[in-house]
């Protein structure tokens, strides 16, 4: 076997290597040689240090960044609330009206917090008879909730407050708005259009005591069958508030199918007319076993709320109650507009029985077509 001589390179054949990886090299070796030298726990006390000094800094901006945005909502609140007058005046009239004895909500209530406000009508009185010299009074209907005690749910009240000279003050009672469904003033009165005024008819008392009466109560087959909704799909909730007493209408005007006023011609029947009526009632008791004495006390209590209505052909014999919400909100009134579902109706739960039973008022009975019903109570004119 012949002897191989082992190659090697000579100089000249060494591949030189560029200025530039020589550097790279010599930087590299010397940042391995300081790692070695520098300990991990000074590492970490630097950067502990460096989080220490700037996480004050990021905390105060943090801090100021979010008193500014409370500021701003804090003053966006006010501005809305500010276009919206009378809530401290709804507020006050609403819980002292919660408060008293004759409260509808006997078993007492909590969290009385206010929604909403719209504005109904600016009515101009004249003084002296000139038109110039009138004072505007602006009328808001104000809604607020709160958690009645009996059941824990949740109901909906609203309240008209009228705002003349910058002074506001509560007109009336509150109305008592129905369940939802799986959805001292010196105002005493308000008059959306006095030349839309119109008369009441004979039978007019009998129909508004027996819707009266189906509303206060908890049926809602009662308070459906008065209603006359052409929809067998359609139904309707009542308050469940307690047991009617009687029933008067403070107003009566013409208005059109979509709640505005128009003016009464002589002669001509209405198709629709807006009324504002007042129902005295007797509150559910309070839940429980109640001893003879509670029971005739809970009896003799009389509450009264407001609550405005739409009536359909209010001049005739055939008039029945189609649409209702808060008092003096007649823009809002719509035909059928409180129709729900029958899946959707809320049974209120009290223990007690209800008088009000299908669409029979005290002493006689109403179809939604007749409206010839006697209540057992008295309409004051």
């Known amino acids: ?63 100021a960044n979010t008193e500014a945005f409370t500021d701003m909502a804090s003053e966006r609140f006010h501005l809305v609330t500010a276009n919206k007058p009378g809530r401290q005046a709804a507020l006050q009239n609403v819980n002292k009206w919660l408060t008293a004895s004759d409260t509808p909500f006997q078993s007492g209530y909590a969290n009385l917090w206010w929604v909403d406000a719209q504005h109904v009508n600016t009515v101009t009185s004249t003084s002296g008879g000139n038109a110039g010299s009138g004072t505007q009074t602006q009328y808001w209907s104000h809604q607020l909730s709160f958690t ?36 001292s003033a010196s105002q005493t009165s308000y008059m959306p259009d006095e030349e839309a005024r119109i008369d009441q008819a004979a039978t007019l008392k009998d129909v508004v005591n027996a ?25 309707y909730q009542p308050a469940c508030v307690g047991t009617f007493k009687s029933a008067s209408v403070d107003w009566l005007i013409a208005v059109d199918g979509e709640g505005a006023p128009v003016k009464a011609k002589d002669g001509a029947a209405p198709k629709y007319g807006a009324a504002s009526l007042t129902i005295q009632f007797s509150p559910y008791p309070k ?95």
């Open 211 to 235: 819707w009266a009466k189906a509303y206060t109560g908890k049926d809602p087959s009662a308070l459906t069958v008065l209603v006359g909704d052409p929809d067998t799909n359609h139904a």
């Open 148 to 183: 009645d005690l009996s059941d824990g749910a949740t109901r909906n009240i609203a309240q008209l407050v009228a705002v003349s000279d910058g002074v506001a003050s509560a007109v009336g009672n509150p109305s008592i708005l129905p369940l939802p469904s799986d959805g």
């Open 1 to 63: 076997m012949p002897f191989k001589r082992k190659q090697t390179l000579s100089v000249d054949d060494t591949p030189l290597k560029s200025e530039k990886q020589r550097r790279n090299e010599i930087d590299l070796e010397a940042l391995r040689l300081q790692q070695k030298g520098t300990s991990k726990v000074k590492v970490l006390l630097v950067v502990l240090l460096i989080v220490g000094i700037i996480s004050p800094i990021i905390t105060m901006r943090i801090a």
């Open 287 to 381: 839940k429980g076993d109640l001893n003879a004495d509670e029971q005739r006390q809970a009896s003799s209590v009389t509450s009264t709320m407001s609550v405005g209505v739409l009536i359909a052909d209010p001049s005739s014999g055939s008039a029945r109650i189609v649409d209702w919400n808060a008092a003096g909100v007649v823009s809002k009134l719509r035909p059928y507009a409180n129709a729900v579902s029958k899946e959707q109706l809320v049974t209120a739960n009290a223990n007690e029985t209800d008088d009000v039973a299908g669409a029979t008022a005290q002493g006689g009975a109403v179809s939604p077509t007749s409206g010839a019903a006697s209540g057992d109570g008295e309409q004051e004119q």
